[in-house]
């Protein structure tokens, strides 16, 4: 981590949050039990906030939580988690995807966990705030990919909110904006060819499109767009203290 770089974004008024302190597959939350999950948090989380000061909010590496995650985010003192896409249906195209099948059932507005299933309201204290999706969900590699299925989900999510109050999360990763190295091949993860050609092929094509300049360009226009229906920005901490 480079401290200037967090400096920079809080001077701009963004909120920093914590991704976890390993982004490999392996390490992935819903691969840990309770005690991992609280170890790996406060581990990022000395680590961040060494720079940042105090930090609230969670979302995990490639979205993969299990049962315990709410409870150790309690633990570790995070408010909030935006780690599940409700109603998104990725197929065969991501990692953990029958875990995230689940989604299917998970609440559109933001809501409080039970401590069974993340994906039902329940008693915790934590505030899980949905990555807007209709399907497909509204991130940075559906706007780069095909950036008219990215209009079509903003227009039906823009929609919603403007009947339900309800807020527009929008998932990129900054470093989207960088150019991919050419010849970077991802180690193969899947255990079977059906699956190797799916999760491992396909989506690693499809993962390096519109990188770099492209990318900060379509951001730029989400971004247009949002201000143009009079949408107003908000940092998770700010709507938490409203709503939460
Ligand atoms: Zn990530």
Not at 32 to 51: N, P, Y
Not at 130 to 142: D, K, Q, R
Not at 151 to 165: A, G
């Amino acid at each position: 981590m480079v401290p200037e770089a967090v400096e920079l974004v809080l001077d701009h008024g963004h909120e920093i949050g914590c991704h976890g302190y390993d982004h490999s597959p392996d390490r992935a939350f819903d691969l840990m039990d309770l005690d991992e999950q609280i170890l790996e948090l406060e581990r990022a989380k000395d680590v961040i906030e060494g720079v940042s000061g105090r930090i609230y909010d969670f979302r995990a590496p490639a979205l993969r939580i299990n049962e315990y995650t709410i409870r150790a985010l309690e633990e570790t003192g995070f408010t909030t988690d935006s780690s599940i896409a409700s109603q998104r249906f990725d197929g065969p195209l991501t990692f953990g995807s029958k875990r995230k099948l689940k989604w299917l059932i998970a609440p559109r507005s933001p809501y409080h966990p039970s401590y069974d299933s993340v994906v039902k309201k329940g008693g915790s204290k934590v505030l899980e705030i949905p990555i807007s999706a209709f399907v497909s969900p509204y991130i940075g590699t559906v706007m780069r990919v095909s950036p008219a299925v990215l209009k079509l989900i903003e227009k039906i999510v823009f929609f919603e909110s403007s009947k339900t109050r309800k807020p527009i999360v929008f998932l990129f990763h900054p470093n989207e904006c960088l150019d991919s190295k050419p010849g970077a091949v991802a180690a193969r993860r899947a255990g079977n060819v059906v699956e190797y050609i799916f999760a491992d092929v396909i989506r690693q094509r499809l993962k390096v499109r519109n990188l770099g300049l492209h990318a900060a360009e379509l951001l730029e226009g989400v971004i247009l767009r949002a201000k143009k229906v009079g949408g107003e920005f908000m940092t998770v901490r700010e709507y938490s203290r409203v709503e939460g």
